[in-house]
Structure formats: structure tokens, C-alpha cells
């Protein structure tokens, strides 16, 4: 480049990410420095011009230090003015093109209020959400209708009887869409009319939250019509939609309504320690980010494969200070039993919507007497 | 459950997915089992109505068999209707929650012809682009503008003497957003006039392609902004915009702009060959579903980790005969240099894009000069 030095008054006001990279020191010293242009400026750093592109937009690593053999942290820093204040760019910047590398994976967020200051976050949170069930302090229960396959009737009628047993929130099986066997609005519609009719009869605040993976032009629009027709939430899959599509239906005032996060496509960030993206920041930090009020994320020892460790590091994730983007409920799911109640319990707290679904169909033809047993363990806690 | 049969009238349509499954025989049969009812009904089999459930909406294992030790490739059908005709429904089903297990790749996806009329898949594909270029033959030339940090002004002169020099696709780097160096609206209309006085003096058909990496709520609205201002095809990601975002802005007949598809945070998917999505479904297959035109990737030896193993695979996917969707342009990429071009040419051949990007700053400043050698290297292979 013949280009004459550039000034960006731009060095100063930076995020950061810390990245968990393999190998040897000098291997993972070199991915840092890898991230640090891949990032960026993707450009050959002895051609750069001269001034502010190489001290302040090219990444610069804060700090780098050995976490256990073979593994090395390390923290780097972007200009804030590269994510300029969009979710999209923000997870272009921390993650784009080093997705495609192996051996590299973002652990933690390290997020500036000036940043924080562009995201909404999740417009219920903890609090929210609770004051909206009218459960102040218990851990939440929830719970899907299924299987894909039956009726909007036989859909709506199990929903009305998880919400005479008590279920806090009753969420569509995120695999159904618009079959002809179900189709969208017939099924919102009768599904949140069975829950308020349950809810007249308990005098609970049961809440049905309709899925809305759809297609992208699609979005808003089943989401508004999920809201007119009595939703009381929205189940988005950020994998699938995206994260930003998320962020725009839990900003929407039109809208209002608790957003439930689903992990469908966004296994590939997770299933290899040495890669991707921590459940930490992925569950916890950046659904919250992207505005969801519960991120569920499959539980130790059901029909996935995450460890203790991982689910703890998701809950830290949920309620990890980030200024004002409030902390958000753990949902811990997939496979989950009315056994596994009081082991739930003790890794999360009650700060947790605990999510069991099929297997509540074991116990017996007396579902709302089930989701009375459900609710009573909680209770009993 | 106490549901009598159920009749779906479903049985008898269906599409398939070869997966590859890892481990000994029963490992990996048990993994086939376990994704026709992780991907349908996730309810627990011994539970299911009797009817059409079990028999059409469950995932049905058509083949099973050894393919290298360890490894067994299922190839699984399921009912057209659980996808009904959406892409987003389509993944959500092909993938969405197995890809929180290890062990589980997609390698192929298998459409009948009465799935694949849902789609419209890219609006140009191979004949289309090579027509609007009027490059009827050769392998067809792009490079990005960079580095992030330049001005407007300077982007504008780059993406000029690109086009001066005779390259076909001038892109945005996927790093340019909507920075206060180089504001959307601005540089797009900057260096669509830039290249459109560059094709006035050459008598060429250059096209300037302006990244649309966007919030969710402002895709559309710079997709079409950036068409009225000359932009000649469009730069999306569908990792971060999500793959159905494509697949609007491929159909929108406002927009009719070609779309190249930017590998950004995708590489999960594909960084671990025992998991996730082959890089001939995910670049290949699933891009020209979303309407891709061409289909940018990691070139075998640049930055990233592709082997030429992969590389091969991904050509395969973007010609592999999909009913009337159209074959699209490989385009291997990823710090790609002029002495790689014969490489390059043979592995793919004529029908390629090849995106060489800062490496064309290494061979002094006259840019003009630099990309004719290119073009005259493609020319004479």
C-alpha cells in the first residue's frame, strides 16, 4: 500500500474476548496473533499503512498466560467502533472467521458498559419472569407439548392439563412449525386458549410459548399474530434464525414477551472442548446479549452429552454481572425425568426453569396429577 | 398417553439424510436410532400413540452400513410434511438438535423432487453470473477490498484499480460493517460508482459486491439500498444472518442481485470431521438451497485447515445435480496468493471463482498491473 499514515481516533475504547487456545506456548502465542489479524484486518501486517490500523484496529492481546498443560489463555482486545455497537458485528468480530480454525475457543466476554450500552438485554430477566408467573422465589417449571405428529386438539388439551397441574410455562416441542397436522396460528391459538381457561380455573399465571422458527420473513409476523392470539412467550432458535433475529423480536415493544432461547444448530459450538464457543458464553452471555429471558441448554446425564461443569458454567453465565443486561434463568433440559428433580436442584438453585418433557408422559394417564407431583417436589425443596 | 390411533395420510413422501456415525457397529446403529427420534418426536418410543406416529413422522433408518473402521453411514428418511417446504423447518430437522452430540455428521442431504420445488435456490447459479459478467469460459476473478480502517475514499480507489486491472468480483471484506471510517451507505455508493467508471473505461463487467452483514431488522432495507446504488450482487453470511435470511434476499425479485456466501462463524460445523455438517452439504448443498450463487470456503493451505480432500467435496456439493437447482461457483479462498493460482485451477477447473484478497498488495503498488498478471495467469492456463 502507498498509502500515507492513517488517524482513526479510534485507540482507546476496546472490548475484549478471552480465547482458550491449544498447543504449545509459541503454537498458541501464534493463534493469538492469528486472531488478532483474522479478526480485523485480514491483510498481510507488513503491508499495512502506517498510523492507527496497526495500534488500534488490528486486535492486541492483553494478556497471555498457560491455564493447564497444553492450553494457554488469551485476552484480546478489538477497537469498540469494529462491532459499532450491532450484535452481528460483535459475534462477526469475536468469532467469524476463526470459526473455521481448530484449536481455538472463545471462553469469556469482557464487555465495557459503553458496549453494553447498545443491547437491550433480555427485557423480563430473572425478575421479570417471575413477577409474570407470580412465583417470587421457587425454581420454575416447564414443560413441551408433544410429540410432533398429533392434533392442534390433542396438542391444546395436553397443554390445558399441564396447566391444571400447575406448569409455569408450556412451550411447543421446537420441531413443530406449520405442519399440516398442526398448523401455526390454529395451534397458538387453541393452545393459549386452553391455558388461560386453565388459568381461570387455578387462578395461576401458567404462561404457552408458542415456537417461532420460522422462516426469516416470517418472523415478526407469527410473532405478532402469537401475541394477539394470547402467547405468553416466544420460543426462538437463535442457531436457526440467528442471534440477531432473536435480539429483534425481544426488542420489539409490539411484541413484550419473554423470549425462551432453544439450542436447535448450535451444537457444533460446543461439542468440542478445544473449539468453538463455551456453554458459558454461548448460553449465558450471549443469549442474554441477544436478548433471551431463559437459555435451555441440554442438562448432565439425559440424551446429550454435557458435563457438570459445563451446566454450572452456563449458569454462571446467566447471572455473570454485564452492567445492566440482567441475569437470566438457566434451563436446564433434554432428557430430563421427575427423578432428576432434586439433582437439578442442587447443581442450580432455585434461580432455574427446570424443563422435563416426554417423560412425563410415564407416569401414568393423570397428567395434571404428574405435574402436581412435579410442582410438589420443587416446592418441597 | 391415552390417544387413540392416529392417521396422518403422511406415509410414503419422504427425503433422507446420509449421516456418518462413528464408533463400533451398536454405537453407531443406536446413534441412528436415536436421531429418527431426537430429530421427530423426542418422546420416549415405548410411550407413542399407536398410528401413523410411529410409523411416518418417526426418522426410519433406509440404509446402514460399514464405510472405514469406526465409521457406519445411516441413511435416514423422514416425512416431506415435517419439513413442510420451509429451509429453516429443513435444518431444524436435518440437524437441529444432534448437533449438541458428538459422533453424528450430516454428510449428504437426499431431496426429492417435490421438496426441492419449495426452493428456488440461487437465482443466477454458474450460467447466470458467468452471463451478467460476460465471462462465458474462464475461471472468474474476485479480490476484497481492505484493510478494515481504510476510508470510504480509499476502498473506493481500491475497489477502482481492481476493476481497472480486469478482476470480475470486487467484494467487500466481510469485516466492513457500518464503521465510522467507512459508513455503509457511503462506501456502497462510493465503490459501486468507482467500479462502474472502471467498466466504462474498460468496456468490462465488473461487479462490486458490498458486504450485507446486518441486524436482523436492517437486512432487507441494506440490501436494497445498496441495489439502488449500483451494487452489483450482494455479500451475506449465514452463519451470523442466518441461512433462511439468504435464501429472503436470494428471492426478493426487488433485490435479483447475486449472492456470495461468506463462511463466517460456520466453521464450527465443519472444524471436527466426525461431527457436524460435511463441508459438501454445508458449502455445497445447503448454500445453493439458500440461494447462494457462489460459495466462499477455506482454500487447502492458506490460513485455515481445509484439506483438498474437502476442498474436492465442496465442488462436488455445488454441482451435484439438484433437480432445477442450479449448480453454483466454489470459491476457495482464505489467504490465497497469485502463485497458488495453477493450484487452484487444478483442483476446480474452469468452473471456479478464485478470490485472492491482501496478497495482491504484495507485489508493489501499481494494483492495475497486479491483477492483470492475475488475469492474464487465468487466461493463458
Avoid at 416470517?218 to 410473532?223: M, P
Wanted: hydrophobic content about 45%.
Amino acid at each position: 500500500m502507498t498509502l500515507p499514515p492513517i488517524q482513526l481516533n479510534l485507540c482507546g475504547k476496546r472490548f475484549s474476548v478471552a480465547y482458550e487456545l491449544t498447543g504449545s506456548r509459541d503454537d498458541a502465542w501464534n493463534k493469538a496473533q492469528d486472531i488478532c489479524v483474522e479478526q480485523t484486518i485480514e491483510f498481510p501486517a507488513d503491508l499495512l499503512p502506517g498510523g492507527d490500523i496497526a495500534a488500534c484496529i488490528v486486535g492486541q492481546v492483553e494478556s497471555f498466560a498457560p491455564v493447564r498443560p497444553g492450553y494457554f489463555e488469551a485476552v484480546i482486545s478489538f477497537a469498540l467502533e469494529i462491532a459499532h455497537q450491532e450484535l452481528i458485528q460483535l459475534l462477526n468480530v469475536v468469532f467469524g472467521n476463526i470459526s473455521l480454525k481448530p484449536g481455538m475457543r472463545v471462553q469469556r466476554l469482557i464487555l465495557p458498559p459503553e458496549l453494553l450500552a447498545a443491547f437491550r438485554g433480555p427485557r423480563f430477566g430473572r425478575a421479570g419472569l417471575r413477577s409474570l408467573l407470580g412465583v417470587p422465589e421457587r425454581p420454575l417449571l416447564c414443560t413441551a407439548i408433544k410429540p410432533l405428529g398429533l392434533s392442534v386438539q390433542q396438542l391444546a388439551h395436553l397443554a390445558y392439563q399441564f396447566a391444571l397441574g400447575g406448569i409455569d410455562v408450556i412451550k411447543d416441542d421446537h420441531g413443530l412449525g406449520n405442519q399440516v397436522f398442526a398448523p401455526f396460528r390454529e395451534r397458538v391459538q387453541r393452545c393459549a386458549e386452553a391455558v388461560d381457561r386453565a388459568n381461570r380455573q387455578t387462578g395461576l399465571h401458567c404462561i404457552y410459548v408458542p415456537s417461532i422458527i420460522a422462516p426469516a420473513d416470517q418472523l415478526l409476523e407469527r410473532a405478532l399474530w402469537a401475541k394477539q392470539a394470547g402467547a405468553g412467550g416466544l420460543l426462538v432458535a437463535p442457531g436457526l434464525n440467528g442471534f440477531d433475529s432473536m435480539r429483534q423480536l425481544a426488542d420489539d415493544d409490539r411484541l413484550a414477551l419473554p423470549i425462551f432461547s432453544h439450542p436447535s444448530l448450535q451444537g457444533s459450538f460446543v461439542t468440542h472442548p478445544d473449539d468453538g464457543i463455551s456453554p458459558y458464553a454461548l448460553f449465558g452471555q450471549i443469549a442474554r446479549l441477544a436478548g433471551a429471558d431463559a437459555s435451555i441448554f441440554p442438562h448432565q446425564g439425559g440424551r446429550f452429552s454435557f458435563s457438570l461443569e459445563d451446566c454450572r458454567a452456563v449458569a454462571d453465565g446467566t447471572r455473570v454481572p454485564m452492567a445492566h443486561v440482567q441475569p437470566i434463568f438457566p434451563t436446564p433440559a433434554g432428557g430430563m425425568t421427575l427423578e432428576r428433580v432434586s439433582d437439578m436442584l442442587n447443581v442450580y438453585g432455585r434461580e432455574v426453569v427446570l424443563l422435563i418433557g416426554g417423560s412425563l408422559h410415564r407416569h401414568g394417564p393423570d397428567l395434571v396429577k404428574t405435574c402436581s407431583t412435579f410442582r410438589e417436589s420443587v416446592e418441597s425443596w
